[in-house]
């Protein structure tokens, strides 16, 4: 599928399968292109299948957490644009601690 470079693509990694569908459906009103996946590692395999212009991050997940996730894609080589790709946290969850340390990784922001 041909990418349009004019609409936003954004990837949606949390493990509240709800919520990540109703956010995505919410930005896909706004006209951007959105995926979701539900956990870490299925993060970091979508966005070496096909890398997103922004990634909203769950911090608390099973498994891989967002810093994880952060910190893999940082050292991506798979994934084009890893080490500068615009981070948004958007966690219900989040402590100082973690929204600190993934200030130290590299994210734009969060909520």
């Known amino acids: 599928m041909k990418r349009n470079p004019a609409v936003l693509s954004l990837l949606i990694v949390d493990d509240e399968e709800?919520?990540?569908?109703?956010l995505a459906s919410r930005l896909e009103l706004r006209g951007m292109r959105v995926r979701c996946a539900f956990s870490g590692e299925q993060g970091l395999a979508a966005l070496r299948e096909e890398p997103a212009d922004?990634?909203?991050?769950?911090?608390?997940?099973?498994?891989?957490?967002?810093?994880?996730?952060?910190?893999?894609?940082?050292?991506?080589?798979?994934?084009?644009?890893?080490?500068?790709?615009?981070?948004i946290i958007v966690s219900g969850h989040a402590d100082m601690a973690d929204i600190e340390e993934a200030e130290k990784i590299g994210i734009q922001g969060y909520v």
């Open 18 to 22: 709800e919520f990540a569908l109703a």
């Open 54 to 87: 922004v990634l909203l991050l769950d911090m608390r997940m099973p498994g891989m957490s967002g810093v994880g996730v952060l910190r893999a894609l940082r050292r991506d080589k798979a994934v084009p644009g890893a080490s500068a790709m615009p981070v």
